[in-house]
């Protein structure tokens, strides 16, 4: 069974910082892994979407990473902003088609 | 257009209530879900209908019947809900490739429900 990690749970930064966000997956055999934020009591925005053949995806300040082999996955955000703060939330498309969610980043950039 | 619209954005009902919940992309997205979402927990997965047929049901009790009526609506009936029920309800869509489920997720604003 696909388990996703999520670390650190809650991270608070000063505006300006630039800041990278970590999520594992046990099983390797992926699809693809999506990163979405969300914001307090409102639905889930798409991020960025890395195909399992996929290095990395960008746009704008943001950048994800993917290294399938080794089950792990970063969202680096440059220079952060206050309107960044949100939570992060990495899933992952296994063999079965399913999207299985990490538990989130709460991410909180100061000003 | 990358949008997911659902309806109402918010729904209070009773125990013994008939309500339904709405959702509508326009995308030509052929795969559309349901999830359900606790205070500060991430989704989970109700139901995946896949070219307008249900093709996953995560054990969901009986009293949430979802319906795809065309390729654009999904609707979930709600009835005789308990007050554990209370959550968002997400529904979401994305493309297939080569009849598989595996494009970008796009999600709509959500549904809050509150049953008392």
């Known amino acids: 069974k696909q388990e996703v990690t999520q670390i650190p749970a809650a991270l608070s930064v000063p505006e300006g910082e630039n800041l990278v966000l970590n999520c594992s997956f046990t099983?390797?055999?992926?699809?693809?892994l999506q990163w979405f934020r969300q914001d307090p009591g409102k639905g889930l925005t798409s991020l960025l979407l890395?195909?399992?053949?996929?290095r990395e995806q960008t746009s704008g300040r943001l950048n994800a990473s993917l290294d399938k082999s080794s089950g792990r996955s970063t969202l680096y955000i440059a220079a952060s902003q206050p309107g960044d703060s949100a939570t992060y939330l990495c899933?992952?498309?296994?063999?079965?088609?399913?999207?299985?969610f990490g538990k989130g980043t709460l991410l909180t950039v100061n000003p | 257009d990358t949008e997911v619209t659902q309806t109402p954005k918010h729904l209070v009902m009773g125990m013994t209530n008939k309500k339904s919940l709405k959702c509508e992309q326009h995308m030509g997205h052929r795969a559309m879900y349901w999830y359900k979402q606790k205070a500060k927990k991430p989704p989970e997965l109700m139901f995946v209908?896949?070219?307008?047929?249900?093709?996953i049901n995560e054990s969901v009790p009986s009293r949430f019947s979802p319906e795809c009526p065309n390729s654009s609506l999904l609707n979930l009936h709600l009835h005789a809900l308990q007050p554990e029920d209370s959550a968002l309800y997400l529904c979401?869509?994305?493309?297939?490739?080569?009849?598989?489920?595996?494009?970008?997720?796009?999600f709509g604003e959500g549904s809050r429900l509150t049953v008392l």
């Open positions: 899933a992952v498309r296994g063999s079965n088609y399913k999207l299985t």
């Open positions: 979401a869509s994305s493309q297939t490739r080569a009849g598989l489920n595996t494009g970008e997720l796009f």
């Open positions: 890395i195909q399992s053949s996929q």
């Open positions: 209908y896949s070219y307008e047929k249900l093709s």
């Open positions: 099983d390797s055999a992926i699809y693809n």
